[in-house]
């Protein structure tokens, strides 16, 4: 769930197009939103807080907002640069390492490096949202070596 933050440095006042509920918005049209109210992470006691892509607004609320016979109010999943950074990394790491394998290239790399390199691999095999079996047979293949 993205900050407030996080949705403020989304908003950009040049950027303007309807929602498809009819909300004006301002931000990139690469990112299409049904409603200009959006959840942030934040909360302080009982309140929850939002953006407001109409305006660049932040804003605080106990309850969500009601309005003609619909809750206004939307999440969107946000991902930081930092994160899609890593996770390229991750797989350039990955595919480096499937590709040593398939080369029987092991053999050159000291056991002490092959032990952090496979430490690396299964904590990414770990962390990912499915099971990789290519992931898996190298990480076998490593501990093999090893």
């Not at 303007?16 to 004006?24: A, G, I, L, P, Q």
């Not at 607004?57 to 619909?70: A, C, D, H, I, K």
């Not at 109010?73 to 899609?84: D, E, F, M, T």
Request: proline share 3%; glycine share 4%.
């Amino acid at each position: 769930m993205p900050t407030q933050d996080d949705l403020a440095g989304l908003y950009d006042a040049d950027k303007t197009y309807k929602t498809d509920s009819d909300y004006e918005v301002h931000l990139t049209g690469l990112i299409r939103l049904t409603c200009a109210a959006h959840w942030a992470l934040e909360t302080r006691d009982s309140e929850y807080a939002s953006f407001l892509f109409s305006n660049g607004t932040r804003y605080w609320s106990l309850e969500p907002y009601y309005v003609n016979g619909r809750y206004w109010g939307r999440a969107l999943p946000v991902r930081s640069v930092k994160q899609g950074k890593a996770m390229q990394k991750d797989e350039e790491f990955i595919a480096l390492l499937e590709s040593a394998v398939k080369e029987n290239r092991l053999d050159i790399i000291p056991d002490s490096d092959l032990l952090e390199i496979c430490q690396r691999a299964r904590s990414i095999a770990a962390f990912g949202n499915t099971l990789d079996i290519e992931l898996s047979e190298t990480i076998c293949s490593l501990l093999e070596e090893i």
